[in-house]
C-alpha cells in the first residue's frame, strides 16, 4: 500500500500544471528597443571597416601600378608615357617611347597582366580589322585601375558627339562608341604652377598622322613647355630626371570626380577612354590640394587662376579623409585633403628642389 500510494503521488504531481509564462507586449518592446541600440551601434562599426577594406583594395590597386611603371623603366629605360592627347588611343605597333598616342594606362598593361589587351590589332595592316580590335579594348575595364569605393567594373556612357579615337595609322577609326572604360587613377603631370600649367594634348590632325610632323618644337609651340611631372605628353622620364627623389615625388595618385557627372558621362575630367593619351582623364597636377568627390563642384574654382582648360584636374577620391598617392620608389601613402597647397605642389613636381619636403 505504501507503494501504491508513493506511485500515485509521483503521477499526481507530475501533472501539475507549469507554472512558466510568455513575454508582455512591453517587454517584447524593450527587447525591440535593445536590438535597434544595439545595430545603431554595430552599423557605423561594419560601414567603417568595409570602408577600410575598400580602401586597402584601391591602395593595393596603387601599388601594382607603381610597380609596373617601375618595371616599365628597367625594361625600357623610362617611366610610362602620357601618350598624345585624349582622342588618341594606343597602337601596339607604336613601341612605348614618344612615338605612342595612348596614355600610361595604355603602357602599362603588359607590366600589370594584360598583355593581350594591349597587343589587340598587333600587325594589322587593314585599318578597319585595326579599328574593330581598338574597339574591343575600349570596351574592357580593367580591375587594377578601378576603385571599388567609388564605382562598379562596368562601361560608362560616353556621350560625346563631337570626339572620336584615332591611331596613327590613317583612316583607323574605330566605330564611335556609346560606351567605354574608365579608371579611377591618373598620373603625376606635375605641379600645374606657371611655367607648367595644365595644359590638353594635341586633337587629332591629318598632319599629324606623320610622325616627321610631330616634332617636340610642335608640342611646345602648341602645348607650352614640358610639365615638370613624372608622366605628361609624349613623356620618357628616367629615374635619374627625379632629381628630388623618388620616395618624396608623386608617380600616381587617385583623382577627383563628379559623382553625378561620372554617370553621365559629362564629367571633364572623367569623360574619355581608359586607354587615351594626355588628358584630364588621365592625369592630374598638384596646384591644388587633393579633395574628396562632392557632387556639381570642382575643386580647381578654388585656384586663382583664368586657366579654363585646367577644370577637373585635382587629385582626390571617394574616401573620406584623404586620398592614396603612389610614389616612385613604388611606396603608396595616403594624402590628406588638408594638405597645403606648397606641400602638395612640392611632392609633384619631380625637380623643384624641395627634397623631402
Not at 121 to 138: F, P, T, V
Not at 173 to 185: E, K, L, Q, S
Request: glycine residues 10%; aromatic residues 8%; hydrophobic residues 35%.
Amino acid at each position: 500500500m505504501r507503494l501504491l500510494h508513493q506511485s500515485t503521488t509521483i503521477g499526481h504531481r507530475g501533472r501539475q500544471p507549469s507554472l512558466r509564462r510568455g513575454l508582455t507586449l512591453v517587454e517584447v518592446l524593450v527587447v525591440i528597443s535593445i536590438i535597434g541600440v544595439l545595430i545603431g551601434f554595430l552599423l557605423p562599426a561594419v560601414q567603417i571597416a568595409r570602408e577600410a577594406a575598400r580602401r586597402s583594395a584601391c591602395q593595393s590597386n596603387l601599388r601594382q601600378l607603381a610597380l609596373g611603371s617601375l618595371q616599365h623603366e628597367h625594361a625600357h629605360g623610362y617611366l610610362p608615357s602620357g601618350g598624345w592627347g585624349g582622342w588618341w588611343v594606343g597602337d601596339p605597333d607604336r613601341g612605348f617611347d614618344q612615338k605612342q598616342t595612348g596614355g600610361w594606362v595604355f603602357n602599362l598593361l603588359p607590366f600589370i597582366e594584360q598583355t593581350p589587351l594591349h597587343d589587340l590589332g598587333m600587325g594589322l595592316q587593314d585599318a578597319q580589322s585595326k579599328a574593330d580590335q581598338i574597339a574591343i579594348r575600349l570596351a574592357t575595364p580593367v580591375p587594377t585601375l578601378t576603385c571599388v569605393s567609388r564605382r562598379a567594373l562596368r562601361l560608362w556612357p560616353y556621350p560625346k558627339t563631337n570626339s572620336f579615337y584615332v591611331t596613327a595609322v590613317p583612316d583607323t577609326i574605330p566605330r564611335r562608341p556609346t560606351t567605354v572604360a574608365r579608371g579611377d587613377y591618373a598620373g603625376n603631370m606635375g605641379s600645374g604652377v606657371p611655367p607648367y600649367n595644365y595644359r590638353s594634348g594635341l586633337s587629332p590632325q591629318p598632319a599629324l598622322l606623320v610622325d616627321q610632323m610631330a616634332t617636340e618644337a610642335l608640342w611646345t609651340a602648341t602645348c607650352g613647355p614640358s610639365p615638370d611631372g613624372t608622366i605628361f605628353r609624349r613623356s620618357r622620364i628616367r629615374l635619374r630626371d627625379i632629381t628630388d627623389g623618388t620616395t618624396c615625388t608623386y608617380l600616381l595618385g587617385e583623382k577627383y570626380i563628379d559623382p553625378v557627372k561620372m554617370n553621365d558621362g559629362t564629367d571633364e575630367g572623367d569623360d574619355q577612354s581608359l586607354y587615351s593619351g594626355h588628358d584630364r582623364d588621365s592625369l592630374r597636377v598638384g596646384c591644388v590640394a587633393p579633395y574628396q568627390d562632392v557632387a556639381n563642384f570642382d575643386p580647381y574654382s578654388l585656384y586663382p587662376s583664368s586657366d579654363t582648360d585646367a577644370k577637373a584636374i585635382v587629385f582626390g577620391s571617394a574616401h573620406p579623409g584623404s586620398c592614396g598617392m603612389a610614389m616612385v620608389d613604388g611606396s603608396v601613402r595616403t594624402t590628406d585633403y588638408g594638405i597645403t597647397a606648397a606641400v602638395h605642389q612640392s611632392l609633384a613636381s619631380r625637380n623643384d628642389g624641395q627634397v623631402g619636403r
